[in-house]
Structure formats: structure tokens, C-alpha cells
């Protein structure tokens, strides 16, 4: 392989070379520094007259006459069996002290599309203990729920939970969890550590670490070798897979960074106009496939810059994920944990997930009834702000109550409490007996007949404990 | 002579070739691979090519071949039922062919070779035709796909071969030598040719009763739905999918999510077409080119889609389409645009937006054929506003050209008001047009019960506002009681569910009796109001539950027909308070 020493420019993450013999579009170059070490880029832009290379670890130490050598070949991810209890670094390479990965395979990092037509509807529920996801935003296999947080708030926390606590009620299938951290802190990552270890966790997970004071380039290529590993899971060797990316806030910042570099037309607040695309290539990679055991469920967090939903990030998310779980700081400074806007998040699958034989007949009309009069008793409160509680209707106070109650009882829960679905139904239908019956618009009569609490002799779930605390 | 040139540059999904010199919007195939591209800009010897592809991997000097053709469509029995990609690969095959996953380079017929159809060829040898004219019939699953003459194409029938074929083989031959064969080819960019246009005066009824009732579109006419994530835009468009009367349903997953077509791809042959009884997939043609296919073929995906509209168009049928979204297709220009380094305008979106969207939209239109026939193509279109704001270009110069504005909100969402489309922004420039429709089709009393619903949700607007400062104890119990009748409008009439058997579809008929028997309750309720009856029994009538729950029974009919009869008996029991 030829070592070529014709860069012309180095700007940023990029460099430029000239006079080189024809090389690929996308293909792995490692450039050599004067001091015998080596640093990895990519090529973006290739022509007969130069090519640009965004090096992943950052310029530093980069001179004119540096060699660049071009390696052939797009970038792979080694990946085998072995590779689960394993700790990479962002770009894939041991963390953990242990042997590097003898590959069953080398995979393209960039993937392919899913035929949409072999694709196969996700609708296992998956019970991850939290009210405010089981009840009223519910999760199911091969779906992308990312949580939309903001600095300080307990995202890692929740997802942490989620991990833990996350099961498809009735199977004892395969399952493993590929984590990756794109530019978090130490303290964070240990945090992640910590847990993963204590639970036993670590044993079936894959972790990727590219953290705050690593090279931000790399964080372009850390969640795409955690979703190839996540693929090879789950369709080579029939694994369920629980992928948790986090922060996505900081790809974009990366991808931002190279489309300046780039010197290419800004979209919105500077962040480049294929974000949308490139977001996509990275979250269609959940789902489930037509004769393929596995599946991949995806749950991104992002920290939503000045709580802003409406930020690029939190907004392209949302247009190509299967709903949102978007947390409050209201709530949290309230007290409140996990502090979920429910009124704001939404799932999209959900209704594939539940009803009869999957979780419970009355479970959609219950969800439905608990977000309307929640997002009644809300509006309420900015009634009362203005003209005081003592001129509210009965009924309406009523609504008022249920609010406070709503948040206390049921988005209000332990980290380490992992409601059943039956116990978040119960709950639910014990908050709505407190308001009037003729206000349950929602309800079909026959499950008022059934689950609500003035009519039904004794508990429809005889024998359990009642929901709550 | 189609030449062979070679790979200059290559940056993401644009190509910059030399050595060929083919005609814009051409067809190359790139590379090794013979990546299909189009060629979007010519510089001097340069030929610049986006490819409907990943280009990782590709370098400089690998070949370009020239086809010397723009980008052709396979028009002809085989459609329907048929699940294509953005430049017409059938999905199928290339799961039969491929595996899982969509592998760069595969090639697939967009129709199959192989099915023989039963032609009945209906001109005879001596016959004139020009283009256009239907010269052989066939049953594509259902539907009596009629075989045409390709636009430009006249002569005299020399000859027939009805019987079964494939959709390559001769079924008319003419004098001259042409052989017309039951598929023929068409530019993806090209308008099919159409003798004159007529004027929308059909409804395009969908059995969503805010749609139909307040806000109704025209066979031909062109709507646009914008609203922020979450908001409901795709249920809205699979509802409309589902449930429009149109004979043909085209459906464009432009950039969307991949699981949102694998609902569609399970759902509609599941459900059954309310006009036909037959399984809804066999009407629908679906175009699925999802966020994470390339982005190139996700600009051609709506041009695919609206071709193959024409095409049934021309048959005569009344066809409907939908895209999903459109702001993904302008977010694919505007990529492609700025790899091509243009000149951006406004947001960065290309300063031909704005053409673009309006030449989409009319290719919409209900119109004369060529064959003599009529037929119509609706556009309903998704607009993914950025952080739901409808000031953006995408949304603004949508709204410039189509007549009918569904806004989507995400205020109703999260109240979880569905559909969630806001009553007070919206319009529909077609409702005068159709206003006589309704009042021959469904009732005389048509047009009075729209106001009067209109007229009752835009007072309840103006009395919120005051209830906000003073609280609603303080208000006249006149204005009391509008609030609570225009409650009784959104949660009754207005809410409707999408995932209830029953509530998901409901026919003219059965909305007119529905918000009939609404405004029958708010006419006693307004008498005995008067009488000094209390608000509060007004209000809390058990008969007000039953309404409410009607639309979720399968007998709704008789029942609304008897709490029709009821209502007044009922509220004239009420006793007038004593002062």
C-alpha cells in the first residue's frame, strides 16, 4: 500500500490530499504522524483531483508531511459471539483489557436499508415496570422510544430502570443490551458501569464508551458499530436486543462540527440540511424482521437543548421515531420521579401492544381517558391561578384534584418499583373513581360495568394486592 | 450510440462523471454495480448524476454507461396490489431475491413477466386509434384494468392476439408495424396528457366526519395536512386510504418510518373496501421509500406515485393519492441541492420549491382523457412542518396551491382529541361547490346543521377566551350553555376513533343523523333553559351518555333514530328551578 504525502490543506477535522491514485468513496484511511502513531479518518469526498478525509481523532499532530494511506475497504466492524460482556471504545477497539475480537464477521458500519416489506409489525409488549410508559405510553418490541430530556434531569436514571427492569412477560427468550455513549461524562459512564455490573447486567450487554473528552468525530461512527453489533445480535443469532444510545445531542454537535468543516449550506441553527437523513439511518435500524427470531428496540436519549422541543434534535427525533417519552422539569422540581410530561409523549405502536391476550381489554380506553381528564384538570389549574379555586364548579374541582392525584399516585414511582400492568390498570381505574362516572366519556360501558370500582362487587384481579404504595 | 464515460468525483450521492454526454434527467448507470443514477446538472464535459443509491465504495474511474432515456415507469396490469420502492422496484421480489436487506444494485421488473393475463381485446383489425384510446380489457384482481394506447402513438388496427398473455406480448399490431403490447413505458417526470380539465363538484367522501361535515375535499381537488410529530398526520392519511371513495388508491411513504408501511402492508389486506366489499390492498398501489433508503430515489418516489395515478386515471377511475410526507421529499431537493452547491433560498430549501410543489399538486385535477372518458386524481398531501411551525416554506407555499387545509394540533393531541385537526384554522375552499351535493345526496337540512355546528364551535372560541379571565361560574347561563352544547360537538361529533370498528368509518348519512341529533338536544336544551330549568340537569340529561356512546354501537342507526324521538319528551320532564 502506498503512503502518499501530498496533503494540501488541513482545516479542522478535514484534511485534503492530492495526486493520488483512484480511491473510494467512503474508504478507511489511516494517516501516519511523525511520532509513529497512527489516526483514522474517513474519505467524504473523492475525485481525480483530491480527496477529503475527516479524520476521527481529531487533526492534532497533523502536518503536511504526514503520510496517508488508504486501506481499501470501507469501514467494518469485527463482531462474533464473544463480543457480548465485552467494553469497546468508540471506534470499537478493547476498553476492557481484555484480547481484541476475533471476528466471526466484518461488517459494513453503515448497514442496509431494511426492506420494508420484510419487515414485521412490532407488537410485544414489553412490561418495563413504569406506569407512565406500560399505562399510557406503552413499548413493544423492535419500536425507537427515545427519551427527550434536558440537562439535569434523570434520563440516565430512567433508562437505567427501563434496562433493569424491562421483560416480555411469559418468555425466557434470549435478550441483551448494546450500549453506547457518545461524548458523556466519566461520572456518567461510571454511573452506567456501576449499574450494569451490580445487576449482573454487564454480562449480557456490549458497551460502547466514546466519552466527553474523546474525539467528537468518532462519535459519528460509535452509534452505527453499536447498531451493526446490535444487528448481528439480533438476526444472526436470534437475540433480543435492547440498544440505549446516549446523547444523540452530542452526534448532532459532531455532525454539525464536520458540515462546517465542510464549508457546506447550513440548515436550521447551523445544523446540516441531511440531519434528518442521517438520523434515520440511524433509528430505522430497530425493528423486527420476517423470519428472524430477534429483534432490536431502540431507546435514544437526548437532552433537549433549552428544554426547546421544537430544537432540530428533538424535532427530526421525533419525526422518524415511534413516539417520544419526554420528561418534565416542572415535575421533577416538583419531586417527582420519573418526571414524565405524559400529556406531551406519546408511543405510536401502542396500540399494537395492548388489549386483550397482550395486556388488557380496557387498557386503551383507560389510557385515553387518563390523558383527557388529566389534560382537564391541567388547564384547570391555570383557571384557578387566575380566579382562585373557590369559583371552580364541583365537577371541576373534581378534575383539579385528579391532576394532583394523577402525578402523586401514578407517573410518581420508586426506581427500584416494578409495577405489573395489571397493577398500573388498577391504579388507574382507582384515580378515576374519583371523578364523576357520566365524565368517562371514553369508556365503553360494558368496561365501566367491569373494572369500575362503583360497580364491580370485589376486584376484578381477586387475590392480588391492590396497586400502588 | 449510448456511450461509456468514467467516475470524476464522488460526494455522498452525487456523481460527476465524464466522457459521456447524455440529455438532463437521463438515466446512467454508475460504477461497477451499475448503480442506477439521473443526470441533474451538465457542466461543459461534466455530467453530474444523482444516484438512487449508496455510493460507498464507488471511486474515480469506474465506468458510466449512458441508457440515452429519462427515467421510465412500466405502466400495465400488475400495479395493483404491488409494493414499489421510489423508482419502481417491487419490494417483494427484492425480498425474494435479497434476504432482509435492501442490497445495493438489485434489479427487479416493476412488472411481472411472468403472470399471463386474460386479454379481451375490444377494437377489431381496420379500427382507428390514436393515443389514449382503450383497446383491451383485462381483470387486474378486481378492478377492469383497460389497456391503452401510448399517448403519441395513432394508426389503423392491422391485426389482434386476445387470449392469455404476459404483459410483453403482442395484443394489437398496427398498420405501420407498431405493436401494442399490455404494458408500455412512461417518464416518471412527465405529465400524461389529458384533452381538457373539468371543475371538482364530487365530494370525495372518507367517513371522517370532521372532514366530510366541516372541511370536505373534491374528487380532483388537492389538500394538505400539516402538523407537528405525534400530531396524527399518518393515521389521518391511512384513514383516508382506508375509507375515501375513490376506485384507486395510491399511497407514497416518502421518507417516512419503515414500520409505518408494514402497518399498512398488514392492515389493508385485512380490511375490506366499504363501496366494494373487496380486500382494500387490491385497489392500492403503495410507493414505500422509507427515511433511511437513499435519498435520491425518495425525490423520484412522488413522481412515481402520481404517474401511476394518471395512468388509472386514464381509465376513467377516480383515484386518490396519498403522500406521506411532502416536507421529506422538499428536505430530499434540498439535499441534492446543496451537494450540487446551488444557491440556497429560503431555510436552505432550492429556490425551485416552490415550482416543484405547485407542478406536483396539478398533476392533481379531475379531467377529460384522451379515451373520452373522465376521471380524477386527489392529492392529499402530509406537511412535516419543522418544530410544527406553519410559517415555514414547505407548509406556506403547500398552502399556496392546494384548496382544502387540514391543520393538524398538537394542543388537541395532547388532550387527546382525535382526529386531531383544529376546527378554527382549517378550511376548505370546496365546501360552497358541494353544498348541493350534499343537500340532493344526504339532506335538504344540510347546509343549516354545517353552520350552525361552524357557528357554535367559533362562539364557544370567543366565550373560552372570556372564561379564562373570569372563570366559567361568572358567565350568563346562556353562554353556559353554548359552551357545554360546542363541548358536546367536539366530543360527540368531532372525536372520532381510527382504532374503534365501528366509530372509524361513518357514512353521510349517519353523520347528518349524529350532528342532527346533537343540535336537537341543544334546541330543547335551550327551550328549557329558558323555562329556568338548572343548567347543571340541562347538561347531565342520561340520554346526553346514551348520544355519546351511540357512535360505538353497530345498531347506531335505530339508536340515534329513537334518542332522536326522545330527546325533547326528556328535557321537557326537567322541573324549573324554584326561586
Redesign the interface.
Known sequence: MKDYRTITKIAGPLIFVEKTDPVMFSEMVNILLPDGSIKRGQVLDTSRDHVVVQIFEGTAGIGINSGVRFLGETLRMPVSRDIIGRILNGSGDPLDGGPPIIPDKKLDINGSAINPYARESPKEFIQTGISTIDGTNTLVRGQKLPIFSGSGLPHNEMALQIARQAKVRGTGEDFAVVFAAMGITHEEAEHFMDDFERTGALKRAVVFLNLADDPAIERLITPRMALTTAEYLAFELDMHVLVIMTDITNYCEALRQIGAAREEVPGRRGYPGYMYTDLATLYERAGKVKGKKGSITQIPILSMPGDDITHPIPDLTAYITEGQIVMSRELHMGGIYPPVNVSASLSRLMNAGIGPKMTREDHKVVSDQLYAAYARGKDLRGIVAIVGKESLSEKDSKFLDFADLFEKRFIQQDTNENRTIEDTLELSWELLNSIPEDELSRIDAKFIQKYHHDHREKPATAGKAPAGK | MNRTGEV?????PVV?ATGISPSMSDVVLVGDEQLMGEVIKIVGLQSIIQVYE?????????PVAETGKSMMLELGPGLLGS?YDGIQRP??V??EK???????GATANGLDRNVRWPITVTVKAGDRVKGGDIIAETKEKNVVHRIMVPPGISGTVAQVFPGEKTVEEVIVKLADGTELKPMHKWPVRLPRPVTGRLMPDLPLTTGQRILDTMFPLAKGGTAAIPGG??TGKTVTQQQLAKWSDADIVVYV?C?E???E???V??EFPALTDPKTGDALINRTVLI?N????P?AAREASVYTGVTIAEYYRDMGYDVSLMADSTS?WA?AM??IS?RL?EM?GE??YPAYLSSRLSQFYERGGRSKNLNGSEGSISIIGAV?P????FSEPVTQNTLRIVKVFWALDTKL?????FPAINWLTSYSLYSKTLEAWYQDNVDPEWTQLRSWAMNILQKEAELLEI????????MPKEQRLTLEMARMVR?IFLQQSA?HDVDTFSSMKRQFALLNCIKMYSDAASEALARNVSLHEIA?LPIR?EL??AK?EKDMDNQLASIALRIRPEMEKLKEVSV
Open positions: 470524476y468525483r464522488v460526494a455522498g460527476t449508496e455510493t460507498a465504495g464507488i471511486k474515480p474511474g469506474e409494493v419490494l417483494s427484492l425480498m435479497e434476504g432482509t436487506f435492501i442490497r445495493r410529530f405525534g411513504g421518507g418510518r419503515g414500520n408501511m408494514t402497518e402492508l398488514t414505500a422509507t427515511s433511511n433508503m435519498v421529506r428536505e434540498k439535499e446543496s452547491e440556497p431555510e436552505g412535516s419543522a418544530g410544527g411551525d393531541r395532547e388532550r387527546r382529541h372564561a379564562q379571565l373570569v372563570g366559567t361560574d361568572a366530543e382504532f347531565s351518555t355519546t356512546r360505538f
